[in-house]
């Protein structure tokens, strides 16, 4: 039985060795390469003292920042990706809660990472990446591993302030990307055009299948999901046939009619989560494409990735709400109102997630891993753990699952998930703030955020950036006299949603 | 123009765009402001700027954008 996700490696390097594993606009590399660099970083790592540690991949979005994550893993470590985009802040935080074995960087990051506050070991991937591989090394650490090591750290947004870090393992991989592959029928013939940052988990959907299938990634150049008809035109140059994007980067494309100038030639699937696709734009899309599968994707960062998938077969009218479907196998979903029981059906609940794919948990933070992830509370006979999602749903007639609202404050923006109170946080810690509350309007895709305090909107906006991710960001800076609040003393949300003071 | 450079400073304000003529090449903009511009440019101006226009070029300052304007509103 395979135990760890560098089978799926190996087992193609046997067969394609040169064929292209992952390209980029700086370069391609085949999976004969991937292997060999990858194994070299493994070798380097582990003589440094590196094993069952963190190694931060600080790297700028390129096939080596994956050959980099693999080269983690054949070390017996666990990757965690860091993007430049993100504050400094945010970086220095992450790396302080972290303690990593080592950073690696390239040319591009190595400025920035000698200037974070961080007084651990930093390498140039270069610097390992074309070492000596250590064959003995490598079959050592592999012969002590296990499928319920860690493999990776993603950070996503914390309410309190302070990213999570979720660890995915082995087991939880393989059972995902198995059960992902069979209802999405990836194969060898599979050119994938990534868009998804590589420094969530998102982006395991393709760099996995690719290396089980010997499939080709294509990382698509962010600047061009500015322009649809340029991207439009990649798609069909690189003859992309798969697309998992968010839905952001879709919509994008059919709201600014693109189809009418040009149409992808070779897609195949189309794979959107993250979001609730518009029923038009969804339409607008199977209209132009009209032999291409479509699927809707839903599952949280603490089940692996993805869970629930619903083939578009049926036309949706505007205004319908677009399933989510039903659970891979090996995986079973549990609806759960709020006193731990299963409601009627059509009632709504709380959705909860059974299976191998759950992940180990938040790093370092043994609270918020035991609130999320706890017993199934429909009996007490053994250990059997659910995560909670904290999203609401419920069966429609057809039995198939909808995703109807949040629980709490978490957003989805522009394909990012978002706790509003990560912002409100932030905010409040500006000390001229005295109290703060933002809002999403998801028509308009604008988060406002509401304050009282002696600074202006202009200064707030400047110190918001400094701190937070772009894409997290407030739209709107409103400065406000008083905060609104309920009767029973809480901020009034609804109001300050509304537009109102 | 000024309308232009208001929606502009909005978006941006710590960017001069009176000057700035690399905005695209210099990662100034991404995709959520271009989203944000074309969506606030045709409410200020009553132009869609249509799959076509979104290039580059078009977007690199805030003077190509005017003349982007412009020329919709002509046609």
């Given at each position: ?246 839905v952001s980067?879709?919509t ?20 959107f989560a993250s979001e609730v696709f518009p029923i038009?734009q969804l ?13 809707n994707?839903y ?21 319908e709400a677009l399933p989510i ?77 909808l995703f109807v609202a ?6 989805k ?29 998801p ?59 | ?75």
């Open positions: 039985m395979q135990r760890n996700i560098l089978e799926y490696l190996e087992a193609t390097v046997r067969r394609v060795p040169d064929k292209g594993a992952f390209a980029g606009e700086e370069g391609s590399m085949s999976f004969r390469q991937v292997y060999d660099q990858a194994r070299a970083i493994g070798s380097y790592l582990y003589r440094a003292g590196c094993y069952r540690k963190p190694i931060v991949v600080f790297m700028k979005k390129h096939p080596r920042t994956i050959t980099a994550f693999l080269g983690a893993i054949y070390g017996g470590n666990y990757y965690v990706p860091l993007d430049e985009e993100m504050p400094r802040a945010r970086m220095e935080l992450i790396l302080q809660s972290l303690e990593p074995g080592m950073l690696i960087c390239d040319e591009h990051t190595e400025g920035l990472a000698r200037q974070l506050a961080y007084s651990g070991c930093i390498l140039r991937y270069e610097e390992a990446a074309f070492g000596i591989i250590d064959e003995e090394i490598l079959s050592q650490v592999r012969g002590r591993q296990l499928d319920i090591d860690p493999i990776y750290i993603v950070f996503t947004s914390g309410s309190t302030g302070v990213p999570k870090g979720v660890m995915g393992c082995h087991r939880s991989v393989i059972d995902y990307i198995e059960n992902l592959c069979a209802v999405l029928k990836f194969d060898e013939d599979t050119v994938f055009g990534n868009q998804t940052p590589l420094y969530f988990d998102a982006c395991l959907k393709e760099i996995i299948p690719s290396l089980k299938y010997g499939a080709t990634t294509q990382l698509i150049p962010k600047q061009l999901f500015l322009f649809p008809v340029q991207l439009v035109d990649y798609l069909n140059q690189k003859q992309i046939n798969t697309l998992c994007w968010v980067a879709l994008m494309i059919s709201s600014f009619h693109t189809f009418d100038r040009v149409k992808p030639k070779f897609l195949r699937t189309v794979a038009r339409n607008a899309w199977r209209a132009a494409l009209p032999k291409t599968r479509f699927y994707l599952g949280p960062t603490e089940t692996t990735g993805i869970c629930c998938w619903y083939e578009v077969t049926r036309f949706l009218e505007e205004g479907g039903r659970p891979f196998p090996n995986t079973e979903i549990i609806l759960l109102d709020e006193n731990g029981r299963v409601p009627a059906p059509g009632e709504q609940g709380e959705i909860c997630i059974r299976g191998t794919r759950l992940t180990l948990g938040y790093y370092r933070d043994r609270e918020k891993t035991d609130t999320a992830f706890i017993q199934n509370p429909l009996h007490d006979l053994y250990p059997d753990k659910i995560y909670r999602t904290g999203d609401i749903g419920r069966y429609n007639d057809r039995g198939e699952l949040r629980k709490d404050h978490q957003i923006h522009m394909g990012h998930r978002i706790e509003l109170g990560e912002i409100e946080a932030v905010l409040s810690a500006h000390p001229q703030v005295r109290n703060a509350c933002c809002v999403y309007d028509q308009r895709r604008k988060i406002t955020a509401h304050y009282t305090g002696s600074v202006t909107p202009g200064e707030l906006d400047h110190y918001t950036r400094e701190k937070l991710p772009r894409y997290m960001i407030p739209a709107i800076f409103r400065q406000l006299t008083a905060m609104p609040l309920t009767p029973n003393g809480k901020i009034d949300r609804h109001l300050l949603c509304r537009g109102g003071s | 123009m000024q309308k232009l450079l208001t929606i502009l400073q909005d978006l941006h304000p710590e960017v001069e765009f009176e000057t700035a003529d690399h905005l695209i090449d210099d990662g100034i903009l991404d995709s959520f402001d271009i989203v944000t511009l074309v969506a606030e440019i045709d409410d200020a101006y009553g132009v869609a700027v249509p799959a076509q226009e979104l290039m580059p070029e078009n977007f690199n300052s805030a003077g190509a954008l005017y003349a982007l304007i412009q020329r919709l509103r002509d046609e």
